[in-house]
């Protein structure tokens, strides 16, 4: 393979800490300077191709600024979810001044990790993992990554290859990405890492006790060590006229497939629910010229989540785009023919619609396991720092109940990554490295024009601390409890809610006095680069 050298900067010119992006060819390469050396990665992170020169630097890692992926920069290694592959690294010279790079024709920029190989005779003992999503899909490469050389047997309900399910009420629901673009892994992936793969596979049974699972084809396996990553179903929507065909709800490939070609023939539509998946969906069917209507008990969207200064900001953006909302209202019925074509709510009001998409929460599934005590509130798994929850069994993402190390609370976080976080921690502790689960909840959603990012996890708080401007949507909200920050929410502000993460990760997070007096970008000059001072 051909290679190209190229000067692609003046060692004096990068100060230490600095990241910046050149180009070499058709390669965008990231230059990072730590100390006297010069590292040089793939320019974008493996998730979602954000610019990592926009990311935050801490110590050897870079930290992405849009979902949180860590990666080291002194090898390229992925560290964190949700990318799953590494950086490419290239070599650097220093010559007098000169930095230079050299680029193998036609670089990527990333790279699948090194991964142990299936060999039986070493390793005979054979894991399962029940659950394709994003913590099962992380956990099966960990699992190689770690080293395990045994049986890897990945089940799943759905009939799809893994994919991100965060796209189907997003980038997928909009078009603006193919099924086959939201895939994580091809089959041959799959194959060439002996990972078995079984698609559309339910399982009836898993018997703790006898380490047993009894699939729905009633064909039985063992295993040495179990992962449960089944998920969540939504919650039915429980009233009469509920079951009508045109009456959706959103979990998988499937269902966001049937939400799009009931979108192609309604002129009007009714979301009965302001959760995100709903109000993602709410503006997913407005941008196809569909009236929607949103019908809530709430006073407001993620008003619980967000508080009622960001609730309102969403409302406001949703009208905007011509949204209807019949808000502190429930469904009663739902009348029709052959199809629901009218919502009657508990007012008197009675809404004309083509289709209904159900958003009103969401439940484990876990009914299939015996000898495990379930949490008697919503029959999550309740699991240690580890992410154990019994002898060789683990559980991860939705499903999983798990202490928050920041407050020693118990809590479930239904985000896609920490399912992807708790799946990678779950394949270490299975693969015999021991280690514990200390990671910084983080989720995302766009809504038209108007993105939100959000770290740490906070369920009540005494006050919102606003960084910015709520009126120029550009903001971060700080959540407060007992005088600490829990959580933050923000919008327009990556760079710095990157810098948010990893002071919640090292448990660094600034006092909330210093907050109130606005002086968040000037206490982290080393996280925020030349953003410190800039808002």
């Not at 990592?52 to 390229?76: K, R, S």
Request: glycine letters at 8%.
């Amino acid at each position: 393979m051909s290679q190209t050298e190229a000067v692609v900067a003046r060692f004096h010119d990068l100060q230490d800490g600095q990241k910046r992006q050149v180009t070499v060819g058709d390669t965008d390469i990231l230059l990072i300077r730590r100390d006297d050396r010069v590292y040089a990665l793939g320019a974008y992170c493996t998730h979602n191709k954000a610019p990592l020169e926009q990311g935050i630097l801490h110590g050897d890692c870079i930290v992405c600024p849009w979902h949180n992926a860590y990666f080291d920069i002194t090898t390229g290694d992925l560290e964190q979810p949700p990318g799953l592959d590494s950086l490419d690294r290239y070599v650097v010279r220093i010559d007098g001044d000169n930095v230079l790079v050299t680029i193998p024709e036609s670089a990527p920029g990333h790279r699948v990790p090194a991964m142990a190989q299936y060999d039986p005779d070493i390793d005979s003992r054979t894991f399962v993992i029940l659950g394709a999503g994003a913590a099962g899909t992380h956990a099966a490469e960990t699992l190689r990554v770690a080293g395990y050389q045994g049986r890897i047997v990945m089940i799943t309900r759905d009939d799809k290859l893994p994919y991100d399910r965060t796209t189907l009420s997003k980038n997928y629901f909009t078009g603006k990405l193919k099924a086959d673009q939201i895939l994580m892994r091809s089959a041959n992936f799959y194959q060439q890492h002996s990972i078995e793969l079984r698609l559309n596979c339910p399982v009836k049974n898993v018997d703790i006790d006898t380490k047993t699972i009894v699939l729905a084809n009633d064909e039985t396996l063992t295993y040495d060590s179990l992962l449960i990553a089944t998920g969540t179903q939504p919650r039915p929507l429980a009233v009469p006229g509920g079951a009508f065909p045109n009456i959706f709800t959103l979990r998988s490939f499937a269902d966001s497939d049937r939400i799009l070609a009931a979108a192609a023939h309604a002129k009007q539509a009714v979301v009965i629910g302001s959760s995100f998946i709903g109000m993602e969906v709410a503006a997913g069917l407005t941008q196809k010229g569909i009236k929607v209507t949103v019908v809530s008990p709430d006073a407001l969207p993620f008003e619980q989540t967000l508080g009622t200064q960001i609730g309102e900001l969403f409302y406001q953006v949703h009208e905007e785009n011509g949204v209807t909302f019949k808000m502190g209202c429930k469904v009663t019925q739902i009348e029709g023919e052959s199809t629901a074509q009218t919502v009657i709510l508990d007012n008197g009001d009675r809404l004309a619609t083509d289709m209904i998409v159900v958003g009103i929460g969401v439940q484990p599934v876990t009914d299939f396991i015996t000898g495990l005590e379930l949490n008697p509130q919503d029959r999550s798994i309740p699991v240690d720092e580890y992410l154990c929850a019994a002898e060789n069994v683990y559980a991860a993402g939705d499903i999983a109940r798990f202490p928050d190390w920041r407050t020693s609370t118990s809590m479930r976080v239904e985000h896609w990554r920490i399912a992807a976080q708790h799946g990678r921690i779950a394949a270490f502790n299975m693969a015999g490295k021991p280690t514990k689960f200390c990671g910084v909840p983080v989720f995302w959603s766009s809504q038209y024009q108007f993105p939100i990012r959000y770290v740490g996890h906070a369920t009540e708080w005494d006050e919102v601390i606003i960084d910015g401007s709520l009126d120029d949507r550009e903001f971060i909200a700080f959540y407060v409890k007992a005088d600490r920050v829990l959580a933050a929410a923000s919008s327009q502000r990556d760079t710095e809610t990157a810098a948010i993460a990893e002071l919640f990760r090292i448990d660094k997070m600034p006092d909330p006095n210093d907050l109130r007096q606005g002086e968040f970008n000037n206490l982290y000059p080393d996280l925020l680069g030349d953003r410190a001072m800039s808002k």
